[in-house]
Protein backbone atom coordinates (compact mmCIF):
# COMPACT_ATOMS: atom_id res chain seq x y z
CA UNK A 1 0.00 0.00 0.00
CA UNK A 2 1.03 3.92 -0.97
CA UNK A 3 0.80 5.45 1.81
CA UNK A 4 0.65 9.51 2.67
CA UNK A 5 2.37 11.40 5.23
CA UNK A 6 1.08 14.93 5.73
CA UNK A 7 2.71 17.82 7.44
CA UNK A 8 2.10 19.73 9.39
CA UNK A 9 -0.36 17.85 11.22
CA UNK A 10 -1.83 21.31 12.41
CA UNK A 11 -1.24 24.52 11.92
CA UNK A 12 -2.10 28.12 13.34
CA UNK A 13 -2.57 31.40 11.04
CA UNK A 14 -4.10 34.17 10.29
CA UNK A 15 -6.76 35.77 8.38
CA UNK A 16 -4.83 36.95 5.10
CA UNK A 17 -1.47 34.47 5.49
CA UNK A 18 -0.45 31.95 3.26
CA UNK A 19 -0.47 28.64 4.02
CA UNK A 20 1.31 25.47 2.72
CA UNK A 21 0.60 21.94 3.89
CA UNK A 22 2.78 19.49 2.43
CA UNK A 23 1.95 15.58 1.68
CA UNK A 24 4.26 13.51 0.59
CA UNK A 25 3.80 9.85 -0.91
CA UNK A 26 5.87 6.53 -0.23
CA UNK A 27 6.11 5.56 -3.66
CA UNK A 28 5.99 7.45 -6.33
CA UNK A 29 2.44 8.42 -7.72
CA UNK A 30 2.36 10.95 -10.86
CA UNK A 31 0.02 13.16 -10.06
CA UNK A 32 -2.96 11.07 -8.72
CA UNK A 33 -2.97 13.08 -5.68
CA UNK A 34 -6.22 14.81 -4.71
CA UNK A 35 -7.01 17.68 -2.14
CA UNK A 36 -10.18 17.63 0.39
CA UNK A 37 -11.14 20.44 3.08
CA UNK A 38 -13.31 19.45 5.93
CA UNK A 39 -15.06 21.67 8.26
CA UNK A 40 -15.95 20.39 11.87
CA UNK A 41 -19.45 18.57 11.41
CA UNK A 42 -19.43 18.74 7.84
CA UNK A 43 -18.87 16.53 5.06
CA UNK A 44 -15.91 16.76 3.42
CA UNK A 45 -15.55 18.55 0.24
CA UNK A 46 -12.60 17.96 -2.78
CA UNK A 47 -10.59 20.94 -3.39
CA UNK A 48 -8.31 19.91 -6.04
CA UNK A 49 -7.46 16.65 -8.08
CA UNK A 50 -4.87 15.94 -10.24
CA UNK A 51 -2.56 17.37 -8.09
CA UNK A 52 -3.13 20.52 -9.35
CA UNK A 53 -6.81 21.22 -11.12
CA UNK A 54 -9.08 23.32 -9.23
CA UNK A 55 -12.60 21.50 -8.83
CA UNK A 56 -15.42 23.55 -10.35
CA UNK A 57 -17.14 26.09 -7.82
CA UNK A 58 -13.44 26.35 -5.75
CA UNK A 59 -11.88 29.53 -4.87
CA UNK A 60 -8.70 30.37 -6.98
CA UNK A 61 -7.04 30.91 -3.25
CA UNK A 62 -6.32 27.37 -3.60
CA UNK A 63 -3.86 25.54 -5.67
CA UNK A 64 -1.79 22.46 -5.31
CA UNK A 65 1.28 21.18 -7.18
CA UNK A 66 3.40 18.31 -7.04
CA UNK A 67 4.14 15.39 -8.89
CA UNK A 68 6.02 11.84 -7.99
CA UNK A 69 6.26 11.66 -4.22
CA UNK A 70 5.68 15.36 -2.96
CA UNK A 71 2.91 17.52 -3.17
CA UNK A 72 1.77 21.08 -1.91
CA UNK A 73 -1.77 22.43 -1.18
CA UNK A 74 -1.55 26.39 -0.89
CA UNK A 75 -3.81 28.69 0.26
CA UNK A 76 -3.32 32.23 -0.94
CA UNK A 77 -4.52 34.73 1.37
CA UNK A 78 -6.35 32.57 4.47
CA UNK A 79 -10.28 33.88 4.82
CA UNK A 80 -12.11 32.71 7.78
CA UNK A 81 -14.15 30.07 6.05
CA UNK A 82 -10.51 28.44 5.34
CA UNK A 83 -10.27 27.29 8.78
CA UNK A 84 -10.97 23.72 8.86
CA UNK A 85 -9.29 19.98 8.50
CA UNK A 86 -7.35 19.62 4.77
CA UNK A 87 -6.58 16.02 3.39
CA UNK A 88 -4.42 14.26 0.47
CA UNK A 89 -5.82 11.16 -1.11
CA UNK A 90 -4.20 9.64 -3.70
CA UNK A 91 -5.48 7.52 -5.95
CA UNK A 92 -2.78 4.98 -7.79
CA UNK A 93 -4.04 2.03 -7.08
CA UNK A 94 -6.13 1.28 -3.89
CA UNK A 95 -6.64 4.56 -2.23
CA UNK A 96 -5.33 6.06 0.92
CA UNK A 97 -5.82 9.43 3.37
CA UNK A 98 -3.20 11.47 4.82
CA UNK A 99 -3.48 12.19 8.59
CA UNK A 100 -4.91 15.33 7.63
CA UNK A 101 -3.82 18.76 8.63
CA UNK A 102 -6.03 20.76 10.50
CA UNK A 103 -5.61 24.75 10.18
CA UNK A 104 -6.37 26.91 13.41
CA UNK A 105 -7.09 30.52 13.43
CA UNK A 106 -3.86 32.11 15.43
CA UNK B 1 -28.16 17.26 -8.70
CA UNK B 2 -26.24 14.48 -7.51
CA UNK B 3 -27.20 13.37 -4.44
CA UNK B 4 -25.98 10.28 -2.11
CA UNK B 5 -28.57 9.92 0.57
CA UNK B 6 -27.65 7.21 3.19
CA UNK B 7 -29.74 5.28 5.80
CA UNK B 8 -29.91 5.97 9.35
CA UNK B 9 -28.12 5.70 12.52
CA UNK B 10 -27.36 2.02 14.03
CA UNK B 11 -26.55 1.41 16.86
CA UNK B 12 -24.78 -2.51 17.33
CA UNK B 13 -23.78 -4.69 20.30
CA UNK B 14 -20.06 -6.08 19.91
CA UNK B 15 -19.79 -9.55 17.48
CA UNK B 16 -23.04 -7.97 15.42
CA UNK B 17 -23.25 -7.35 12.02
CA UNK B 18 -24.45 -4.38 9.97
CA UNK B 19 -25.72 -3.31 6.27
CA UNK B 20 -25.37 0.33 5.22
CA UNK B 21 -27.00 1.63 2.41
CA UNK B 22 -26.36 5.08 -0.14
CA UNK B 23 -28.93 5.75 -2.80
CA UNK B 24 -27.45 7.28 -5.80
CA UNK B 25 -29.99 9.75 -8.14
CA UNK B 26 -29.21 12.54 -10.41
CA UNK B 27 -26.93 11.02 -12.42
CA UNK B 28 -26.33 7.23 -14.07
CA UNK B 29 -25.40 4.92 -11.40
CA UNK B 30 -23.67 2.64 -14.53
CA UNK B 31 -21.07 5.16 -15.26
CA UNK B 32 -19.63 5.88 -11.78
CA UNK B 33 -18.29 4.07 -8.41
CA UNK B 34 -19.12 4.66 -5.06
CA UNK B 35 -16.38 3.95 -2.03
CA UNK B 36 -16.66 3.95 1.30
CA UNK B 37 -14.72 6.19 3.50
CA UNK B 38 -15.16 5.65 7.58
CA UNK B 39 -14.44 8.61 10.01
CA UNK B 40 -13.95 8.08 13.76
CA UNK B 41 -14.75 10.28 16.40
CA UNK B 42 -12.09 13.18 16.27
CA UNK B 43 -10.45 10.92 13.74
CA UNK B 44 -9.19 11.49 9.90
CA UNK B 45 -10.73 9.77 7.08
CA UNK B 46 -10.16 5.98 6.31
CA UNK B 47 -11.15 4.19 2.95
CA UNK B 48 -12.50 1.00 3.24
CA UNK B 49 -13.49 0.00 -0.30
CA UNK B 50 -14.94 0.65 -3.25
CA UNK B 51 -17.37 -0.38 -6.24
CA UNK B 52 -16.89 0.63 -9.96
CA UNK B 53 -20.06 0.21 -11.16
CA UNK B 54 -18.59 1.37 -14.60
CA UNK B 55 -16.40 -1.75 -14.58
CA UNK B 56 -17.70 -4.16 -11.95
CA UNK B 57 -14.42 -3.80 -9.92
CA UNK B 58 -14.30 -4.03 -6.04
CA UNK B 59 -11.44 -3.26 -4.33
CA UNK B 60 -11.32 -3.16 -0.10
CA UNK B 61 -8.27 -1.99 1.62
CA UNK B 62 -6.58 -5.09 3.27
CA UNK B 63 -7.41 -4.06 6.76
CA UNK B 64 -10.96 -4.97 5.86
CA UNK B 65 -10.54 -7.21 3.94
CA UNK B 66 -12.73 -10.45 4.86
CA UNK B 67 -15.25 -8.29 7.55
CA UNK B 68 -16.38 -5.79 4.70
CA UNK B 69 -18.68 -6.52 1.30
CA UNK B 70 -19.85 -4.15 -1.01
CA UNK B 71 -22.15 -4.70 -3.05
CA UNK B 72 -25.09 -2.83 -5.03
CA UNK B 73 -28.96 -3.18 -6.50
CA UNK B 74 -28.71 -1.53 -10.36
CA UNK B 75 -31.72 -1.14 -10.67
CA UNK B 76 -32.40 0.82 -7.10
CA UNK B 77 -29.16 2.75 -7.32
CA UNK B 78 -28.15 1.53 -4.06
CA UNK B 79 -24.49 0.56 -2.50
CA UNK B 80 -24.55 -1.20 0.32
CA UNK B 81 -21.58 -2.14 2.80
CA UNK B 82 -22.31 -5.40 4.97
CA UNK B 83 -19.84 -5.14 8.05
CA UNK B 84 -19.29 -8.19 10.49
CA UNK B 85 -17.91 -8.56 13.31
CA UNK B 86 -18.15 -5.20 14.46
CA UNK B 87 -16.32 -4.26 17.56
CA UNK B 88 -16.24 -0.73 19.18
CA UNK B 89 -13.48 0.44 17.26
CA UNK B 90 -16.08 0.39 14.16
CA UNK B 91 -17.31 2.94 16.29
CA UNK B 92 -17.53 5.90 12.93
CA UNK B 93 -19.35 8.24 10.43
CA UNK B 94 -19.55 6.28 7.53
CA UNK B 95 -19.60 8.06 4.82
CA UNK B 96 -20.75 6.88 0.64
CA UNK B 97 -19.32 9.27 -2.19
CA UNK B 98 -19.10 8.92 -6.01
CA UNK B 99 -16.15 9.28 -8.04
CA UNK B 100 -16.10 9.35 -12.04
CA UNK B 101 -14.25 7.13 -14.23
CA UNK B 102 -11.82 9.90 -15.01
CA UNK B 103 -8.31 8.15 -13.62
CA UNK B 104 -7.41 10.40 -10.82
CA UNK B 105 -10.66 8.99 -9.37
CA UNK B 106 -11.61 11.76 -7.01
CA UNK B 107 -14.68 11.70 -4.41
CA UNK B 108 -16.99 14.16 -5.49
CA UNK B 109 -19.96 13.97 -4.47
CA UNK B 110 -20.43 12.39 -0.36
CA UNK B 111 -23.54 11.24 1.12
CA UNK B 112 -24.55 12.71 4.19
CA UNK B 113 -22.59 10.29 6.74
CA UNK B 114 -24.39 7.40 8.95
CA UNK B 115 -23.14 6.87 12.57
CA UNK B 116 -22.31 3.44 13.61
CA UNK B 117 -22.17 3.24 17.59
CA UNK B 118 -21.27 -0.06 18.69
CA UNK B 119 -21.61 -0.59 22.28
CA UNK B 120 -22.93 -3.38 24.79
Known amino acids: DIQLTQSPSSLSASVGDRVIITCRASLPINRFLNWYQQKPGKVPQVLIF???TLQSGVPTRFSGSGSGTDFTLTIDGLQPEDFASYFC????????FGQGTKLEIK | QVHLVQSGAELKTPGASVRLSCKASGYIFLTSGITWVRQAPGQGLEWMGWFSAFNGDIKYAPKFEGRVSLSSDTSANTAYLDLRGLTSDDTAIYYC?????????????WGQGTLLTVSS
Open chain 1, 50 to 52: GAS
Open chain 2, 97 to 109: ARYENTGYYYFDY
Open chain 1, 89 to 96: QHSHGPPN
